[in-house]
């Protein structure tokens, strides 16, 4: 019998939970236990089963406590080119001393924030990982931008994690963005240990009416990291909300986005790309609920997957009944190098409106070797042929990314990955 | 400079070409004709390395060397250019971007120096005019959206910025108008030299008053059957295949 279906080894967890956030963390505890981890053949885990790789991974099921971080360390994990303020994570727990003070946005620890609402966007009820979290996260981080600021300069959370036990590291961040006000988040995490261990994060953003939020996230991290992470926002009238997720590495790694369309003329982007290699197993489920008419939203996630890699997408389309006149895209495309590699792709739509534009697709092929030939018979080496076919596949989402230094820093490591510089 | 020898190859298990000779020197401009299905492509293709073909019996000197013993790759950059029948869409690769990775690899292999971003232009400046190509038609992704007539002329336009040796020129007539199938051949005529060959591959004679062979092969059932000069493909074209065919047949059967 698994230790990790039992559920008292979570009991640690729990009793190391802070006092504050009371209320938040009892109704997060009792949805835990209701919801339990996902059972091997939970629909939501069908394809990732998070239990087992946890029950083997981790030693010790309990809650990883901050360290210290260097200015040379912050430092050096900043990409060429970033010119932005940077927010500065250790094991989850924010470090303001090393952090950048951003003019005209409020950021706080979450403890000392304590009539957050946190949880009223990511509902502990939606998922087992979220509710986990909710009930027993140490602290986090507030952010609230507010009305009609336009912030410039793009913020970097960057979190630092080490674990050498296989502890767990629930980071919880709520960000609140003003009516018209513009940001761009890039979150990026750095791991300082190549040993197992498991995050399980969420993230809630408030997105104002007419608000242009950014939230780019690049996933690199160790090759024995496991993860879970629970991203929603609330979008409202008039207001746009883009995410671009770029995962290259892990061990086992799980994103739940969820986007949630409140008010009409708004617009939820959803992009992806997975490059994977090694056993890296990557599940995004992503989540697009138009509950009002006239709102958009566009889906592109491409996959490229060597040796035994493995894949996953679930997009789930919900459109209410009263959700006329939605457009709703979804693409999802995937290329296999390798006969170990698989696959496993599913759009989820649900539509109760009537007069909806929808449209959804998955293929899962090969490189085209007509194509690869064409470039080779041209002087191209197999490797840059290979490489700048693969390059222009992932380009297409990639290019979705606005801010120029993450975007070229995306770039640099997708070509290294790839094998060539073009 | 490019000496087949009973060369023979087959794709999953068929044998397309049965035995193919042919003896091209510098300077020379032969025609391929045949009936569709006869491995005219197949032995394009081979030429340029395509993989999928297992070359069974024979040999092809290039220069002195085993060309079948290059990668595609090192075909191209020894000098062997074939400009496609189909040639393929490439979405999301830019053909100057793509030209440029391309033709600089050739040069390191031909041990000159990379041409900078100044220089590939004034470079590609000079090409274009050549085919009379469109800059707006290379700002685009490879070949994407081309029509057929396009994508025939970017090829020409690729070889010519490539500089080859030996440029086998697969149905590049195929579906041109008149204006375009003289400006491409134009474009070919004017690379030519006493150090090149041509390789055309057509299915009519048309294209070979524009390009005149020295040499006319026909190629049916994966062998060449009959060669000849240009008089050849005047014949064909007034009289088909039909009657080669039946000679071949015939001969065959007894
Ligand atoms: N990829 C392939 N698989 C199987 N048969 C092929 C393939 N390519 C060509 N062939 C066969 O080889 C023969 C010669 O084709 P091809 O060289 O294209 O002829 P041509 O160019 O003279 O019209 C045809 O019978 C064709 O069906
Ligand atoms: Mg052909």
């Known amino acids: 019998m698994s230790t990790l279906t039992q559920q008292d080894t979570f009991q640690a967890l729990f009793a190391a939970s802070p006092e504050n956030f009371h209320s938040i963390r009892n109704s997060g505890k009792e949805s835990f236990l209701n919801q339990g981890i996902p059972a091997v053949k939970a629909e939501e885990y069908k394809f990732t089963n998070i239990s087992k790789k946890l029950d083997n991974a981790l030693t010790n099921f309990s809650t990883a406590l901050p360290f210290e971080v260097t200015p040379s360390q912050v430092k050096s994990a900043l990409f060429e080119g970033f010119e932005g303020d940077v927010l500065v994570f250790a094991n989850g727990a924010f470090l303001p001393e090393l952090s950048s003070t951003i003019e005209g946005v409020e950021i706080s620890k979450l403890s000392d924030k ?19 979290n909710q009930a027993s996260f140490v602290d986090g981080i507030f952010i609230s931008v507010p009305k009609k600021s336009q912030i410039e300069r793009p913020i970097l959370l960057l979190s630092f994690n080490k674990e050498n036990l296989g502890q767990v590291i629930q980071p919880r961040v709520w960000i609140e963005v003003g009516d018209f006000a513009e940001v761009t988040f890039i979150d990026q995490s750095i791991s300082l ?52 997720n770029i995962s290259l590495s892990g061990d086992m790694v799980r994103n739940n986005l969820s986007l949630n369309l409140l008010g009409s003329n708004s617009e939820g982007n959803m992009f992806g790309v997975y490059l994977l290699n090694g056993k890296t197993h990557v599940d995004n489920h992503t989540n697009v609920d138009h509950t009002i008419p006239h709102a958009d939203s566009n889906e592109l996630y491409k996959g490229i997957l060597a040796d035994q890699s493995r894949g996953v997408f679930n997009g789930k389309i919900f459109v209410r009944q009263d959700a006329q006149k939605t457009n709703a895209f979804q693409q999802n495309n995937n290329i296999l190098l390798s006969e170990d590699a698989i696959v496993n792709t599913k759009p989820q739509l649900e539509i109760w409106a009537d007069d909806v534009k929808c449209s959804h697709g998955c293929t899962v092929g090969q490189l085209d070797e007509e194509a690869l030939f064409y470039l080779r018979a041209r002087g191209l080496d197999k490797l840059s042929a290979k490489g700048l076919l693969l390059y222009a596949f992932a380009g297409e989402v990639l290019e979705k990314i606005e801010e120029e230094s993450f975007h070229n820093h995306v770039v640099n490591l997708i070509q290294e990955r790839l094998g060539s510089k073009f | 400079m490019l000496s087949i020898k009973n060369l023979h190859a087959s794709i999953e298990g068929n044998e397309i070409l049965r035995g193919i000779n042919l003896e091209v020197k510098a300077g020379e401009v032969h025609a391929i004709m045949g009936p569709n299905g006869s491995g005219k492509s197949t032995l394009a293709s081979v030429l340029a390395g395509r993989e999928e073909y297992e070359v069974t019996e024979g040999e092809v000197i290039f220069q002195g060397k085993d060309l079948l013993e290059l990668a595609p790759e090192d075909r191209a950059r020894e000098g062997v250019f074939l400009a496609f029948q189909y040639p393929v869409e490439i979405p999301g690769v830019s053909s100057t971007n793509f030209l440029r990775t391309a033709l600089n690899q050739v040069r390191e292999y031909r041990g000159q120096e990379p041409l900078d971003a100044v220089k590939f232009l ?3 400046k000079e090409k274009m005019a050549l085919v009379e190509i469109d800059q707006k038609l290379l700002s685009r992704s490879l070949n994407e959206g081309f029509s057929g007539g396009e994508k025939k002329r970017n090829e020409i336009f690729q070889m010519a910025m490539l500089e080859p040796v030996l440029s086998i020129l697969d149905e590049t007539d195929s579906g041109l108008d008149i204006d375009a199938l003289r400006i491409v051949s134009n474009g070919v005529n004017k690379l030519k030299s006493d150090k090149t060959a041509t390789i055309v591959v057509t299915h009519y004679q048309r294209l070979l008053d524009y390009i005149v062979p020295d040499y006319v092969h026909v190629l049916y059932k994966g062998r060449i059957v009959k060669s000849g000069t240009k008089e050849l493909a005047l014949e064909l074209e007034e009289k088909g295949y039909d009657w080669i065919k039946e000679e071949v047949d015939s001969a065959a059967t007894v």
């Open chain 1, 193 to 244: 240990s190549d040993s197992a261990y498991f995050v399980n994060k969420v993230v809630e953003v408030k997105g104002g009416v007419n608000s242009q939020i950014s939230y780019y996230r690049l996933q690199n991290e160790g090759k024995n990291t496991i993860e879970v992470s629970n991203i929603e926002t609330d979008i409202l009238k008039d207001a746009k909300f883009t995410s671009v």
């Open chain 2, 122 to 124: 004034s470079l590609m």
């Open chain 1, 114 to 132: 304590p009539e957050t609402s946190l949880g009223s966007i990511a509902k502990a009820s939606k998922d087992p990982f979220a509710a986990l």
